[in-house]
């Protein structure tokens, strides 16, 4: 169910969240999530930068294969940004008739994306590291190549925090995928100052083993990240959002049950559809205005759901085992009506 707007700022506000009997504040807090996750982003994208620019002059004259994949991980990690910003960019859209729900699955696919160049990376310093340790060569500039390793680890956890910290409050699933990609390039940062030390030690064979360490974190955070974008992308919420949602609606005065409730993210906000049973002696207006009423109750009360559709089902017909019966007998009704 629906509510009417009379003003041309009702009606686009309700193009910006369907389904929904949102407030203006409910429109104006989901547009300031895409805000500050795209001020996240550009802000991450100008850290990450700087940081990796100062390891990759360090390793042009050092020529440390562990510094090389912390560097070209920490690219890559920056570049992920790009894709992120499109997404919250195009989730900011209004649906259209094509469209319906909107732009915001778009921030999925900017998660696929984000775990193939997690994924990229991965190969790339595994590839590096490998051919360092076939053909051993000395590492110079250690002292530089240490203090780059730190640089790493405090631009990739700034990063990091700001990143999940951002993400976790918005929704954006892809976000925080992105700050775990980051904190775990700052502790592969961390590992390229044991390199250095190895490397002073006299192994000449510690930097590209450091390398291939890296290789495995990179691995390991491929995994988590991926897992988080494989549940976006199967529609998994957390049960304890679904437990949340049907106590709010049982709580909800008028409504004897709670017939059936689906709960999908759509980008970093969630959708919810509901049957609840009332009293099947209501009037239209009163069912309806208890459908309103859960469906603004919902939008308010659960953390991110900025959008509901609720049916409602009588008493004496709960759940919709009942509506394929109800519609033949009404069509067999209509058919024998002269």
């Known amino acids: ?38 001020r996240a982003l550009w802000i991450s994208l100008a850290g990450l930068g700087v940081t990796a620019a100062l390891q990759a002059l360090i390793v042009a ?23 992120l910003a499109i997404a919250f960019w195009l989730g900011r859209r209004a649906a259209t008739r094509a469209y319906t729900y909107g732009y915001g699955r778009a921030e999925d696919l900017a998660g696929v994306l984000i775990v193939a160049v997690i994924a990229a990376s991965a190969v790339t310093s595994a590839y590096f590291a490998v051919d360092r340790l076939l053909d051993p060569r000395t590492v110079t500039h250690l002292p530089w190549v240490a ?12 990063v990091a925090r700001y990143r999940i910290t951002v993400g976790r409050r918005i929704g954006s699933a892809a976000l925080v995928a992105d700050g775990l990609h980051a904190r775990t390039d700052g502790f592969t940062s961390l590992a390229v100052v044991l390199a250095a030390g190895g490397a002073w030690l006299g192994w000449d064979w510690a930097d590209p083993v450091v390398g291939l360490a890296i290789t495995a974190a990179i691995v390991l955070v491929l995994k988590d990240a991926a897992r988080e974008v494989y549940h ?26 709670v017939s059936g409730l689906r709960l999908r993210w759509i980008g970093h906000h969630l959708h919810a559809e509901a049957g609840i049973v009332v009293d099947a002696q209501l009037s239209l207006i009163a069912a309806h205005e208890i459908a309103a009423d859960a469906e603004h109750q919902l939008t308010h009360r659960v953390p991110r759901l900025t959008g509901a559709t609720v ?7 709960p759940g919709d085992d009942h509506h394929s019966a109800l519609s033949h007998g009404r069509r067999e009704r209509l058919s024998a009506t002269p």
């Open 232 to 257: 976006r992308l199967m529609d998994r919420v957390d049960p304890t959002l679904v437990d949340q949602a049907e106590r709010e609606l049982q709580s909800i005065t008028g409504i004897r049950g």
């Open 61 to 83: 004259f050092s020529g440390s294969v562990a510094l090389l994949g912390d560097t070209v991980h920490n690219v890559a990690d920056a570049l992920t940004a790009v894709p």
């Open 311 to 317: 049916h409602v089902d009588p008493d004496s017909h």
């Open 147 to 158: 203090a780059a390793g730190l640089v790493g680890f405090a631009g990739n956890e700034v």
């Open 1 to 38: 169910m629906h509510g009417h707007g009379d003003s041309h700022g009702h009606r686009l506000r309700h193009l910006l969240t369907p389904h929904s009997h949102d407030t203006a504040d409910k429109v104006d807090n989901a547009l300031e999530s895409s805000r500050d996750g795209l």
